[in-house]
T-cell receptor, first 111, second 114 residues
């Protein structure tokens, strides 16, 4: 089984809808991250969390919110989706000094 | 501000030829450096990392990278490319004082021609 899973893998939605992307990990890591990937821009950090009680904004947090329900679960919400949030979203985990381990990604299309 | 530059958006090499992907970073402290690969439709897989010590780092799939502090570079190399190496490659710098945040370059798409 994959160490970092994301659901759904693909989602098409309409402008104004609320969307939640979910991430689960079995690696036992405390740190979890959400990124979005856009062609030609690489990956940009949206939010990150060091533990259940810790949430931090990344470089592009506007229009997004997160919830860390448990050590193993980290959800990303788009309260009112807009077309420029169409992107590939990745969840990642790490311990304090290791590399980050990435999930398979969620492709989100906002019409 | 911290940044990572990958100057080549696309690179095409012949199968069996050598490969070098360039990466330059801007960061005030000693960097932690990573190369990730993303195959089409897949997530990111770590190729190699540099934290300290030997500046020539060996990774998976026959890749290596060399950290050159004087040039602020961490270029990725492979002596002989295989068709399965076609993918997008990302260089990243880890900001350990900010909780292991990663700053990514824009990526380099590698095409391999037979």
């Amino acid at each position: 089984d994959a160490d970092v899973t994301q659901t759904p893998r693909n989602r098409i939605t309409k402008t104004g809808k609320r969307i939640m992307l979910e991430c689960s990990q079995t690696k036992g890591h405390d740190r979890m991250y959400w990124y979005r990937q856009d062609p030609g821009l690489g990956l940009r950090l949206i939010y990150y969390s060091f533990d259940v009680k810790d949430i931090n904004k990344g470089e592009i947090s506007d229009g997004y919110s997160v919830s860390r329900q448990a050590q193993a679960k980290f959800s990303l919400s788009l309260e009112s989706a807009i077309p420029n949030q169409t992107a590939l979203y990745f969840c990642a985990t790490s311990d304090s000094l290791s590399e980050q381990f990435f999930g398979p990604g969620t492709r989100l299309t906002v019409l | 501000a911290q940044s990572v530059t990958q100057p080549d958006i696309h690179i095409t090499v012949s199968e069996g030829a050598s490969l070098e992907l360039r990466c330059n970073y801007s960061y005030g402290a000693t960097p932690y450096l990573f190369w990730y690969v993303q195959s089409p439709g897949q997530g990111l897989q770590l190729l190699l990392k540099y934290f300290s010590g030997d500046t020539l780092v060996q990774g998976i799939k026959g890749f290596e990278a060399e950290f050159k502090r004087s040039q602020s570079s961490f270029n990725l190399r492979k002596p002989s490319v295989h068709w399965s190496d076609a993918a997008e490659y990302f260089c990243a710098v880890g900001l350990m004082e900010y909780g292991n945040k990663l700053v990514f370059g824009a990526g380099t798409i590698l095409r391999v021609k037979s």
